[in-house]
């Protein structure tokens, strides 16, 4: 859990992947095999296509447009989607399967997990400072 200036708490367990550019592509060339386009995706969701294209290629987010790109291509979540993308695009002759997808999910959740337990380990070596700084602040 992540406090930010507001002291509002976010939750930073949901994280969403963002695809990059080879990987957008691949996912336009998955769309179009699956005979959807972009224009086709923008209509159905009441959006423009420049809308769709940016945030296939990572440029832009949208929960609802991610939501409903990885419904048409059969998949769980963008994540998952992504997750595909990147395997694929890293070795293009190695085809991912769903085996492969949650490995490299629990790969992730590890590496996000480590740096979550280094925030906190800081913010526990940080504590007597940050009160050090509020005690001057009321001070003034």
Known sequence: MIITKNENFYNGTEIRLKPTE????????????????????????????????RIVSGRRRSRKVEAEIARILGKPSWNDLVIEARLFVSNPAFRPTQKDIDEYKNVLTLKLKEIENRKAKM???????REAVQAIRRGR
């Open 123 to 129: 913010r526990k070596e940080l504590a007597p400072m």
């Open 22 to 53: 080879l990987e957008g592509r691949y996912i336009q060339c998955q769309l179009r095999c699956a005979g959807m386009s972009f224009s086709k995706i923008a209509a159905n969701l009441d959006v423009g296509t420049p809308i769709v294209l």
